[in-house]
């Protein structure tokens, strides 16, 4: 859970960096407003970078695989090509970064997590997975527009799989 945390407030701050103007007039003060948007970038990627190390606790927590590994390392890079993309001085690439990178995240990461636990024991599997499921459902939600099939999908998905485990207890 500290994880999807983690990764939801550093997009969601490379994601206001739109607003800026808007909190301004507003009177709002947001991140962005107070520490400015190179600051707010350096907040984001420290949040991100910490994202990635509980991830990779949960991993080793669960006994996952070097699959599920491979997968968070391609996260990572991800996370870096995200924040190459978007700069203080030229936001005009945030949905890229926000809607497409984070959707790519989202599903590798669980297309990883469910091949790492193939042959695994049925409980363990849909114990494991399911708390996945949950972080797939969570960025889904946050990071795809509800009438994108791919959302819709996940969250569908996790669900039935949720439905599953609790069926086998």
């Known amino acids: 859970a500290a994880g999807v945390l983690l990764w939801v407030a550093g997009f ?18 947001s991140l962005v407003v107070r520490c400015g948007k190179k600051n707010a970038l350096r907040i984001a990627f420290a949040l991100h970078g910490f994202c990635i190390v509980f991830i990779a606790l949960f991993g080793h927590a669960s006994h996952l695989g070097w699959i599920y590994f491979a997968g968070i390392t391609i996260f990572a ?21 926000f ?29 494991r997975i399911t708390s996945c499921l949950f972080f797939m459902g969570a960025c889904g939600v946050s990071a795809f527009p509800l009438n994108d099939p791919a959302s819709l999908f996940g969250i569908l998905y996790g669900i039935i799989q949720f439905v599953i485990q609790a069926l086998n207890y």
Request: hydrophobic residues 45%.
């Open 12 to 29: 969601d701050i490379i994601y206001a960096l739109m607003d800026e103007e808007f909190d301004k007039t507003q009177g709002l003060h």
């Open 77 to 97: 890079g991800l996370i870096i090509y995200e924040h190459s993309i978007v700069s203080p001085e030229d936001v005009s690439r945030v949905n890229t970064a």
């Open 99 to 127: 809607f497409t990178v984070n959707g790519a995240i989202s599903i590798g990461v669980l297309v990883c997590t469910i091949l790492d636990m193939r042959g695994k024991q049925p409980s363990s599997f849909f114990l």
